[in-house]
C-alpha cells in the first residue's frame, strides 16, 4: 500500500479538496524544522495530520464553537504522545466545558 497516496485519499475525502486543491495548498510555509511544520506528535501513525482533521471538523463552525471544538480535537489526538498525558487530558475537560458553558448560555 503506498501510505502517500492513502493518506491524500483520506484528506480529499475528509476535506472535500481535489488532489489539484491540496497541490496549490501544498505551496504554504514549511520550515525546516519538523517541529515547526509537521510535529510527530500531531500526526497518526499512517501520517494523517491533527491540522487536517481539525479543518474538517470544524469548517461548519464559528468562532469559539471552531475553536474550543479545535483544542478538543487537538488535545485528544496528542495527549499520549508529549509526555503529559494528565495535562493533555485536563485540557480536553477544560474546552469540552467552556464549548458546554457556551452552548448552554445560549439556550437561556
Request: charged share 30%; aromatic share 8%; hydrophobic share 30%.
Amino acid at each position: 500500500m503506498n501510505l502517500e497516496s492513502e493518506y491524500m485519499k483520506g484528506i480529499m475525502k475528509m476535506t472535500g479538496c481535489t488532489k489539484e486543491d491540496l497541490i496549490s495548498k501544498s505551496n504554504q510555509y514549511e520550515s525546516e524544522d519538523k517541529l515547526v511544520s509537521h510535529p510527530s506528535h500531531y500526526q497518526s501513525s499512517t501520517g494523517l495530520e491533527v491540522i487536517d482533521v481539525i479543518k474538517a471538523f470544524t469548517e461548519d463552525l464559528n468562532g469559539i464553537e471552531a475553536t474550543d471544538t479545535g483544542n478538543i480535537i487537538k488535545y485528544a489526538c496528542r495527549w499520549n504522545d508529549k509526555g503529559t498525558p494528565v495535562r493533555d487530558v485536563e485540557k480536553i475537560i477544560w474546552y469540552a466545558t467552556h464549548l458546554l458553558n457556551e452552548l448552554k448560555a445560549r439556550e437561556e
